[in-house]
Every structure is written in structure tokens, then in C-alpha cells.
């Protein structure tokens, strides 16, 4: 058996930041959305011998490896394994690649021995909060530590300009920063805005500027001062939104209406003379992670 999957990678759209949990992750409203800048998964049988996984342009633990061991420990019976990861998602840039790459993972699983999709779902959330908002790729409301997903209807036309940064911020890093900067709401503030957020994304809805927040930008920016300078160029280069992409550094722009797509694309070939990484993407469906016969 030979299967190919994409796993998009993903914006938060919005970000509220609570405190933190007793298991030291910190509670979250946010808004998850999936976007056509994706790697590619190949899975196939392997001969024999333990599970294997080859990323090469990545070092050290990855998360597919994870995902493979907690499906096991599942009485997951599938035979061995090789699953071949071409990176397209920037690393360590706050755009859940690792975790898009576990949920890719787990839906081609499926299809080779299927678990119950309870059990999946569990491993999922313990593999990390991004991870169960990519199970299904598209928009979707997070709460908890973002593990609570909610898919949600895809929003009104829009598309994105996406400038990753030649810097990697580690996320527990920008969550220590964010603490040390008393970023963190109270409870009362965030069911406020999670009800304020329930109301506004109706099908086909455009987000407004009050909702377009990340509360770990600030902790970012501390960070990584560059990201001020980004943000700046792509307002000017004509988004109606911009934020850093989840713990950052990457930057997100977000364009609106009928004609967004060209605008981005636009808008990427003006960036890219200043930063030569920036690129454009439009919203995934959860189709494009389907996984296929490859």
C-alpha cells in the first residue's frame, strides 16, 4: 500500500491568551484556519522492522514518530511502516507543520487499520493542542489549550499573505515571554470573547478588525524585534489584517473580497524583493487532506 497526504498548515486567525492549567498549559480562544501552504505525506509498507520516519530537511524528534507510537500503544495493526515527509511549512515559525504532519499521519492510518475515532481523537490531543484542529483541515473554533475543536463554515472570499522570518522562536519560549509580560486575560474576559466569536463566525462571515487579535504577538515581538518591520510592509503592501502566525515569527496578511487572491499574490511578489521567503496561500478545504493513492 502506497498513500499520499497534504498537511496544511494553519493560522490562528485570532488569539486570546488565559491563564495557565494545571497541567501547565495555558487556556485559549482561538480561531484555527487551514491554508493551501502544505506539506507532503508519503506512506507505504514497509519490509519489515520498526516504523520509520524520514523528514530531511529536519532534524531531531518529529512528531509523525509519535503519532506512529501512540497508534501502536492503541492496537493499531497495521504493518510496518515508512512515511517520507517533504517540508513545505516553515519549522518552528508558528504554523502547526509538526502538528499538521501528526494529523496527516493519523488520517492515512485510518485508512490502512482503522481505530476507533475516539481513540484517535484522544491521541491527537495528547500529541499537542494543534494537533486535533488538523484532523479535518479547515476553520475551526479552539478552546481549552486549543484541543477543543469545533469546526466552524468557511468564511467570506479571502486569502493571505504569508512572510516567514529566517529565525525560529521556540513556542514554549513565547509562552514564558507572554508570561513574563502579564499578557494573560482573566476567565470573565474570555468567555466574553468567545461569545462575541461564536456570533461572528456565521457562514460567509468577515471577521473584523477587534476579533483579528493575537495576544502572543506582543511576546513575539519581544523576541523577535524584526517581526515590527514585517508587520509594517504588509499593511503597506495593502492587507486589510495583519498578525503574527500563532507563537510567531511568521507573519500572516489578510486580504478580503471578491478579488483577495490576486491581491495576495500581488502583494507576495512585492514582498518577496525584502523577503524573499514571502509567498501567498488561499484558505484549504478539508478535502486537500484527504489522503490518496499515491
Avoid at 466569536?197 to 473584523?208: N, Q, S, V
Avoid at 486580504?255 to 483577495?260: H, I, N, R, S, V
Wanted: charged content about 20%.
Amino acid at each position: 500500500m502506497r498513500l499520499r497526504a497534504l498537511a496544511p498548515a494553519k493560522v490562528n486567525l485570532c488569539l486570546f491568551l488565559g491563564g495557565t492549567r494545571a497541567d501547565a498549559r495555558h487556556e485559549l480562544v482561538t480561531v484555527f484556519e487551514s491554508i493551501s501552504l502544505a506539506d507532503e505525506l508519503t506512506l507505504e509498507t514497509a519490509a519489515g522492522g520498526p516504523d520509520q520516519v524520514h523528514c530531511p530537511t529536519v532534524e531531531g524528534p518529529n512528531l509523525v514518530a509519535d503519532a506512529l507510537e501512540g497508534l501502536r500503544a492503541r492496537g493499531w495493526r497495521a504493518p510496518p511502516v515508512r512515511i517520507e515527509i517533504a517540508k513545505r511549512i516553515p519549522v518552528a515559525a508558528g504554523m502547526g507543520g509538526g502538528s499538521a504532519d501528526a494529523a496527516a499521519t493519523l488520517r492515512m492510518a485510518q485508512l490502512t487499520a482503522r481505530l476507533p475515532d475516539a481513540a484517535v481523537t484522544e491521541l491527537a490531543a495528547e500529541l499537542g493542542a494543534d494537533v486535533p484542529s488538523q484532523l479535518l483541515p479547515g476553520v475551526a473554533l479552539g478552546t481549552g489549550a486549543g484541543e477543543r475543536v469545533e469546526p466552524r463554515a468557511p468564511l467570506a472570499p479571502h486569502a493571505l499573505v504569508i512572510v516567514p522570518l529566517p529565525v525560529r522562536l521556540a513556542t514554549p519560549d513565547v509562552y514564558a515571554e507572554a508570561d513574563r509580560l502579564g499578557l494573560a486575560r482573566q476567565r470573565s474576559d474570555l468567555d466574553a470573547l468567545l461569545h462575541e466569536l461564536d456570533r461572528a463566525l456565521e457562514p460567509g462571515a468577515r471577521l473584523p478588525d477587534s476579533l483579528v487579535v493575537n495576544d502572543l504577538q506582543p511576546a513575539a515581538r519581544s523576541l523577535c524585534p524584526e517581526i515590527d518591520t514585517v508587520l509594517d510592509a504588509v499593511l503597506r503592501a495593502g492587507a486589510d489584517q495583519a498578525l503574527v502566525c500563532g507563537s510567531g515569527p511568521t507573519v500572516a496578511g489578510l486580504y478580503w473580497g471578491q478579488e483577495a487572491s490576486e491581491r495576495a499574490s500581488r502583494a507576495a511578489s512585492s514582498l518577496g524583493a525584502r523577503f524573499p521567503a514571502a509567498t501567498w496561500a488561499a484558505p484549504a478545504l478539508a478535502e486537500l487532506g484527504l489522503p490518496q493513492p499515491a
